[in-house]
C-alpha cells in the first residue's frame, strides 16, 4: 500500500496492509434459464499484517491491527441480453467482528504519540452490488456500487498520567468501481479500474486505482 494525502505527508514508502483468508461454500449452483442464481457463504479471516500503529506520519497507516472475522453471502445471475451479449449481475453483502486492538502512540484511531490503551472497532457492514457487460468476447464492461457503514470505535488508554477515553460516530459512505477487462482466452484476463469513494459521513474521500490479472484453473472431466 502506498498513500497520497492532500494536504499532508504521503506515505514515507510501499508498505504491506493487511492479509486476508477466506474460506468458501457454495450453497447453490446456478441456472439461468430458471432464474436461479449462485449462492455461497464466505467466512474471512483478517491477519493484522499493516503497520497501524507507533506511526511516524499518519499516512503510512496502513492496517486495522485487529483479528477481525466477516461473514459474507455472494449470489451471482447471468442475463442473456436482447442483442445475444451476456450480463452477469452480481450481490455482495458483509459484516465483519472485530475484537479489542492493542494500541501504542500514534495510531490509525487517532491517538498522539505517548498514548498506551486499546481500541474496540464497531462492526463493519458492506453491500456491493455489480454489473458486468460482456461487449465482445474479450472486451468486458463493469462497474460496482457500493455501500459501507460502520459502527462506533471506542479508545480507552493513558495519555502520560492522563485517562483517554473516545468514541467515534457511526460512518455511511457511498461509491463506486468502474472496470474494463479484457480477456485474452476463456481463462486468462487483466483488469485496471478505479475504486472511488466520496466523502461522507464521518468517512473521508478515497479513490484507489485497481489492476487485477485473473486466471482461472480449469479442472478436467474424465470421460
Not at 497520497?4 to 504491506?16: I, K, Q
Not at 499516512?59 to 451476456?86: E, F
Not at 463493519?124 to 455489480?130: D, E, H, L, R
Not at 493513558?158 to 485474452?184: C, H, K, M, R
Request: no cysteine; hydrophobic share 40%; aromatic share 10%.
Amino acid at each position: 500500500v502506498f498513500n497520497s494525502e492532500r494536504g499532508g505527508a504521503d506515505s514515507s514508502g510501499v508498505h504491506l496492509g493487511d492479509t486476508t483468508l477466506r474460506a468458501q461454500y457454495m450453497l447453490v449452483a446456478m441456472d439461468a434459464e430458471k432464474g436461479i442464481p449462485d449462492l455461497a457463504l464466505a467466512v474471512l479471516q483478517n491477519l493484522p499484517t499493516g503497520k497501524y500503529d507507533r506511526l511516524g506520519r499518519a499516512s503510512d497507516g496502513v492496517g486495522g491491527g485487529a483479528y477481525a472475522t466477516t461473514l459474507a453471502i455472494y449470489s451471482q445471475l447471468v442475463w442473456w441480453m436482447p442483442n445475444g451479449r451476456l450480463l452477469r449481475t452480481r450481490l455482495n453483502l458483509s459484516e465483519s467482528f472485530s475484537p479489542p486492538v492493542p494500541v501504542s502512540d500514534a495510531s490509525v484511531y487517532g491517538t498522539d504519540i505517548g498514548f498506551v490503551g486499546h481500541a474496540r472497532p464497531g462492526n463493519q457492514f458492506s453491500a456491493i452490488t455489480a454489473f458486468e457487460y460482456s461487449a465482445t468476447r474479450n472486451w468486458v464492461l463493469a462497474i460496482d456500487l457500493i455501500y459501507n457503514h460502520g459502527n462506533a470505535t471506542r479508545v480507552q488508554g493513558f495519555q502520560g498520567a492522563n485517562a483517554v477515553y473516545s468514541i467515534s460516530g457511526t460512518s455511511d459512505a457511498f461509491g463506486f468501481a468502474p472496470a474494463l477487462e479484457y480477456n485474452w482466452t476463456s481463462n486468462i484476463g487483466a483488469l485496471i479500474g478505479i475504486r472511488v469513494l466520496p466523502a461522507g459521513h464521518n468517512s473521508k474521500a478515497t479513490v484507489t486505482p485497481a489492476i487485477a490479472l485473473n486466471y482461472v484453473l480449469k479442472r478436467r472431466t474424465r470421460k
